[in-house]
């Protein structure tokens, strides 16, 4: 839970926050494949002569009270379900897919209790289908967005079927760090959702909060490429089409995230394809 710790500087009461140790709770990136686009097409200004190396995962999260996976990655029909896409986004999505989550679980004797999605587009849900049977936790108006034709390329019919078992949640109108609504999933404060509407309208990041030096934030796909948090950069412009179904708010939520960054430079913001950055956060687990 977060709390508060009062020390005198000088005279001067001032206010830090800290967080309980708990040590307990595991974390485990799932990488289900990886890309190799151009710098230049996943940030305004990148360089169109070198490749940026991008990820596809999954996060499971172990928590004494229980486990959930957030997000799938790229599941065993992958390949079959883009060609539901345009052709020419297809093109812009090329992708090597690796071993899929499920079947990591598999090997790792684990079977997720619940299924909660950053986002709705493919890369991040199309494992959903190979394990039907788990609760998919969704706010309402991302699960609306799947039923809208043409909403988005990377949305599309063959990612999800009438039994998909979505479970709605609402977030609270509690402030967290600068968002105005969050939901703290097992009441401890170690794991708290908060709305990033833009990239798509129910958008959603997830703050671990481990111990005081053991704190990161994953974004979804608010930005690809952390260098854009660093310059305050939106997604070169035709990926911004492609992909942002709002490019005004994404910018919001780039102005907040650097807010954030400056407040808390010791947390850690993953994008989830940034390469570099989810290998960051492997190794800050490890710590």
Do not use: C
């Amino acid at each position: 839970m977060k709390r508060f710790l009062l020390i005198f500087l000088g005279g001067i009461v001032v206010s830090l926050p800290t967080w309980s140790q708990n040590e307990k709770i595991k974390v485990t990136v799932l990488y289900t494949g990886t890309a190799s686009p151009l710098e230049g097409s996943t940030i305004q200004g990148g360089s169109w002569f070198k490749k940026f190396p991008m990820v596809h995962p999954a996060f499971l999260i172990e928590h004494p009270k229980g486990n959930f996976l957030f997000d799938t990655g790229l599941g065993k029909t992958a390949k079959t379900q883009v060609q539901d896409m345009p052709w020419w986004a297809r093109l812009a999505t090329r992708f090597e897919q690796e071993e899929t989550a499920v079947d990591q679980l598999k090997n790792l004797n684990i079977k997720p209790e619940r299924i909660i999605v950053s986002h709705v587009h493919y890369d991040h849900v199309s494992g959903l289908a190979d394990m039907p049977e788990v609760p998919v936790e969704i706010l309402p108006q991302e699960l609306e967005f799947t039923k809208i034709k043409g909403a988005s390329p990377a949305v599309f019919p063959s990612l999800f079927s009438d039994k998909t078992p979505w479970k709605t949640y609402e977030l609270e109108r509690k402030e967290y760090e600068g968002y105005s609504k969050s939901r703290d999933i097992f009441g401890d404060g170690s794991l708290v959702l908060v709305g990033m509407p833009g990239h798509t309208p129910g958008s959603v990041g997830l703050f671990i909060n481990i111990s005081n030096k053991k704190r990161a934030f994953l974004v979804g796909d608010t930005v690809w490429n952390s260098e854009a948090l660093n310059n305050g950069l939106p997604k070169f412009w035709l990926s911004r089409k492609f992909a942002d179904t709002n490019s005004d708010e994404v910018l919001e939520r780039i102005k907040e995230l650097q807010a954030l960054h400056k407040k808390y430079p010791e947390l850690l913001i993953v994008p989830s394809h940034d390469a570099k950055a989810v290998a960051a956060f492997v190794d800050l687990m490890k710590l």
